[in-house]
């Protein structure tokens, strides 16, 4: 079997992904918080998140990205480590290549858009 993240909620699997960017609410302060994960190649990891977080936020200001809400705590589980999001947002690509984010009801989804898009710039920027 293939690895891959598995995302839930209320003990529904949402989807399995290849790639996460986990932004929790907190992390519009303190962009320390974000947490990233992949199944890729760990070389182009950066470049992918980066991508990621670029896309969603470009296509949230254009009005064309389709995000998803979930009441409760989501659930993302890679190999042995686990992590659960109570507030916040999951920006997320499918085996398929199929981008996905799914955030929690009353969240300022620009700003954690944002802050994921920030902190992915920077962290490519300081590899270059």
């Known amino acids: 079997m293939e690895k891959e993240i598995i995302i839930t909620s209320d003990d529904q699997t949402l989807m399995r992904s290849e790639s996460v960017i986990i932004v929790p609410e907190k992390a519009v302060q303190e962009a320390g ?3 990233m994960f992949t199944v890729k190649d760990s070389a182009h990891a ?3 998140f980066h991508a990621m ?4 936020y470009f296509q949230f200001q254009d009005e064309e990205l389709d995000i998803r809400e979930i009441e409760a705590a989501v659930h993302i589980v890679h190999g042995d480590e686990s ?3 109570v507030d916040g947002m999951v920006i997320c690509r499918d085996r398929a290549g ?5 955030v929690h009801p009353m969240q300022n989804r620009k700003k954690l858009l944002e802050a994921a898009y920030r902190y992915c ?3 490519v ?4």
Request: net charge negative; proline share 0%; aromatic share 16%.
């Open 33 to 35: 918080y974000i947490q």
């Open 46 to 48: 950066k470049h992918e």
């Open 83 to 85: 992590f659960e999001l």
């Open 98 to 102: 199929e981008f996905q984010v799914l």
């Open 121 to 123: 710039t920077r962290w």
């Open 53 to 56: 977080a670029q896309m969603a």
């Open 125 to 128: 920027r300081l590899d270059i």
